[in-house]
């Protein structure tokens, strides 16, 4: 049995198969819309069997490794040849009850082009995702609320709009 490449069945299709279908002397009289079907395929085919554009970073040897995974815990943990490290535990609260949830802690480390070290550190349970590192954004410190607004509001409290059965009228 012959083992083609997709290249070579590609190359087929453009010397016999296309050439037929393409000339005067066929038959099923093969449109532009079919034309246009055979050559986009064509195309897909010698795309698809292009190589594969790889980061250096994606054979970064794995430098150390460890899990251990239980039903009501687990933690991970790794470190590759590129400086990019992770960990993480987890534990299962309130197991079995409505409550239950999972209560994770972790970190990651990695280095950027530019030979900045990131680090995330990390808590997920039930008040939600809480990141924290130096590279993140902060929220801005709350500011003062002015004068004329605090005026302005205290005489909307005082004049409020009459109502009746508490509509506005």
């Known amino acids: 049995m012959q083992s083609y490449s997709i290249l070579a069945v590609a190359h087929d299709f453009v010397n016999v198969g296309?050439?037929?279908?393409?000339?005067?002397?066929?038959?099923l009289k093969i449109g532009p819309t079919r034309t246009f079907i055979a050559l986009f395929a064509l195309v897909a085919v010698v795309v698809a069997d292009g190589p594969v554009l790889r980061s250096p970073e994606a054979d970064a040897p794995i430098i150390s490794?460890?899990?251990?995974?239980?039903?009501?815990?687990?933690?991970?943990?790794y470190e590759t040849g590129?400086?990019?490290?992770?960990s993480e535990s987890g534990v299962l609260?309130?197991?079995?009850?409505?409550?239950?949830?999972?209560?994770v802690e972790g970190q990651n480390r990695y280095q950027a082009p530019d030979g900045?070290?990131?680090?995330?550190?990390?808590?997920a349970n039930e008040n939600g995702y809480q990141p924290q590192g130096a590279h993140l954004p902060v929220a801005p410190e709350p500011q003062p609320i002015p004068d004329y607004i605090l005026r302005s509001i205290e005489y909307n409290r005082v004049h409020a709009?009459?109502?009746?059965?508490g509509q506005r009228r």
Do not use: C, H
């Open 65 to 77: 490794q460890d899990a251990d995974v239980f039903p009501d815990k687990y933690q991970y943990r």
């Open 82 to 86: 590129n400086g990019i490290s992770a």
């Open 161 to 165: 709009p009459k109502t009746i059965d």
């Open 116 to 123: 900045t070290v990131y680090t995330l550190t990390y808590i």
């Open 18 to 27: 296309l050439k037929k279908l393409l000339s005067l002397q066929n038959p």
């Open 93 to 103: 609260k309130n197991a079995g009850r409505e409550d239950e949830a999972l209560e």
